[in-house]
Structures are given as structure tokens and as C-alpha cells.
């Protein structure tokens, strides 16, 4: 059974960085792709950016030039690098990948004031 676990949510003023790590319970190598999605209080969940393996990324238009994805198979992580945050990037972010199922960590909430 994988599990997927993220941390490196806070709360950060308007402009500030965090970088968030999915961290995996079993190899991510073989891992066709893996994604960042977040869910604002009252929201639907949205996606955020994808990362398939050997694949081009993408990223939502609402975060293109301020996240970066990325992953490190050797540690077994999925990571998101949030740059020049902003109050409506305030939610709580989830990572997923597919393994015949989708396969979603338990979430680290991500607060930007302004």
C-alpha cells in the first residue's frame, strides 16, 4: 500500500516562498506521473502542476512562473517550490499519483497574508 505524506506548509506573508515535499512510501521511479492539486476553504480541489516521468511538466495558469515541480527518485519525493505567494494561494495542497488508482496524501495546509 503507498502511501503519500506532504509536509512543509506554514503561513507566509504575501510575497514569501515556501517548498512543499511529498514524501513516498515506496519507490516513485516507476511513478507514470505525479501531481500537485490544493483545496481552498469552500472550494473544489484543483490541480496544480503535473510531473510525468520523462514527460513535460505542467502547470495551472493561475501558478505558471511563481511554482515549480519537481522530484528527486533517489529520496522518493514529489516537491513543489512556491515562489512570490499571494493571499488566493491559500489552501490546503495534496499530492496524487496513479497506481491503478488514484493515490492521494492526507495534505499540508499553505496560509499567505497580505
Known amino acids: 500500500q503507498v502511501q503519500l505524506v506532504e509536509s512543509g506548509g506554514g503561513e507566509v506573508q504575501a510575497g514569501g516562498s515556501l517548498r512543499l515535499s511529498c514524501a513516498s512510501s515506496t519507490s516513485i521511479f516507476s511513478f507514470k506521473v505525479m501531481a500537485w492539486y490544493r483545496q481552498a476553504p469552500g472550494k473544489q480541489r484543483d490541480w496544480v502542476a503535473s510531473m510525468p516521468a520523462g514527460g513535460r511538466v505542467q502547470y495551472a495558469d493561475s501558478v505558471k512562473g511563481r511554482f515549480t515541480i519537481s522530484r528527486d527518485n533517489a529520496r522518493n519525493t514529489l516537491y513543489l517550490q512556491m515562489n512570490n505567494l499571494k493571499p488566493e494561494d491559500t489552501a490546503v495542497y495534496y499530492c496524487?499519483?496513479?497506481?491503478?488508482?488514484?493515490?492521494w496524501g492526507q495534505g499540508t495546509q499553505v496560509t499567505v497574508s497580505s
Open positions: 496524487k499519483t496513479f497506481l491503478g488508482r488514484d493515490i
